[in-house]
């Protein structure tokens, strides 16, 4: 079964910076290399919809939500089972819960997309 673990949020002062990490886990690495997916990073801040912040594509390309360029990045590892979201000069408005998606395609495009749970952060003034 596959699940995907998210770890890395918590509290931090406005202007402090946070690294996220997102694995994908019950996959093994051939299957893993064989089937083509992206990874992404949504965050839902309390009382607004969930957005997406930031992606890696089926081919590796990386994408970044563009009024956080510059702030933010992400990156995968060479296994493709990881990603890394490295948040800086963080602000309050950068406080929500964050959640990784896993999305499926070619060989594996008949499997669901799997989610976590969500991580929170928290930016305090």
């Known amino acids: 079964q596959v699940q995907v673990q998210e770890s890395g949020g918590g509290q931090v002062r406005e202007g402090g910076s946070l690294r996220l990490s997102c694995s994908i886990k019950?996959?093994?690495?051939?299957?893993?290399?064989?089937?083509?997916?992206?990874m992404a990073w949504h965050r839902q801040p309390p009382g607004k919809e969930r957005e997406l912040v930031a992606d890696?594509?089926?081919?590796?390309?990386?994408y970044v939500k563009y009024d956080l360029k510059g702030r933010f990045s992400i990156s995968q590892d060479s296994a493709k089972s990881t990603i890394d979201l490295t948040m800086s000069e963080l602000n309050p408005e950068d406080t929500a819960r964050y959640y990784c998606e896993v999305e499926w395609y070619d060989a594996c495009r008949g499997w669901p997309d799997a989610w976590g749970q969500g991580i929170a952060v928290t930016v305090s003034s």
């Open positions: 019950g996959v093994d690495g051939a299957t893993l290399t064989t089937c083509s997916h992206a």
């Open positions: 890696i594509d089926a081919l590796g390309v990386p």
